[in-house]
């Protein structure tokens, strides 16, 4: 086991976490069991203790997955989880919102067991009024103030150790910061700056700043920033790849930077942590800077997918 720490240290609340850690949801049932095993496994050999993962999640197998790969757990991962959905019945999309406080609740207990936990670290709130949508179903659009009422609740009760927010513009971080908030998880990468005013008031407030489609994606409004031709440039120059340029740049852009690269392979994961030993020229960073950001238009694209494709 190593004692490095992929990308550095940040902190997560009360906790210090290797700047690159590890999102799980690509190691549902489709994936073979020892698969999954040896990605996680190998992940915490390589320093990573931040696993972000959820109870929808494959319907709570990527949970049981975890469970089965890591327990006892080490002392010091730090297992994250989301909150405000859940399996989808019917749709297009694989996940419903679940935004009501007693969904919350619910899916807290979910991830207690599927775990085998008595605590989870940090529980995340994505909320469901902008950015890419899930499924609605009935009236979705929940007061932040009930929702968040019921997350302190449960970390008074010692159920949740931080409550986190997902999906968020300005307003509604602002109106969240009361509750304590440790962590956000926003869109962001280096096309997509839609949300630099929220990620700057994070790093004022020492906030971890976790994005979701750190590299863009496969879907239309979403283009990959390993497709871009400065990063292309650099990466070429560095004998890396694109992708690990676009997370080398995100943890360079601001300290309080925290990402979940995910994957189902052991190799692709070796090349994501890879990125955090990275150095720009200043030449090089001043070009990637500059890159032209785009305004993400994705409605209705599910926004929980492998973070890092």
Known sequence: MTTSHPGG???????????????????????????????LRRALDLGVNHIDTASFYDDGVVNRRIRDALSPYPDDLVIVSKVGARPATSGPLPLALAQHPADLRAAVELDLAGLGVDRIPVVNLRRADSGPGLIAEGDQI???????????????????????????????????????????????NLLNRTHEDELTLCAERDIAWVPFFPLGSGFPGFPKVADNVAVQRIASELGVTGAQVGLAWLLAHSPNILLIAGTSKVAHLEQNLAAGAIEFSAEQLSALDAVEAESPDGDGVEAFLDESR
């Open 142 to 188: 929940v007061d932040l103030d009930d929702q968040l009422a019921e997350l302190i609740t449960l970390r008074d009760e010692g159920k949740i150790g931080a409550i986190g927010i997902s999906n968020v513009d300005l307003a509604t971080l602002r109106r969240a910061l009361p509750a304590g908030i440790v962590c956000v998880q926003n869109s962001y």
């Open 9 to 39: 240290t940040g902190t997560l609340g009360e906790h210090a976490v290797a700047r690159i850690g590890y999102g799980a949801m690509g190691l549902g049932h489709e994936l073979p069991q020892d698969d999954a095993v040896a990605v």
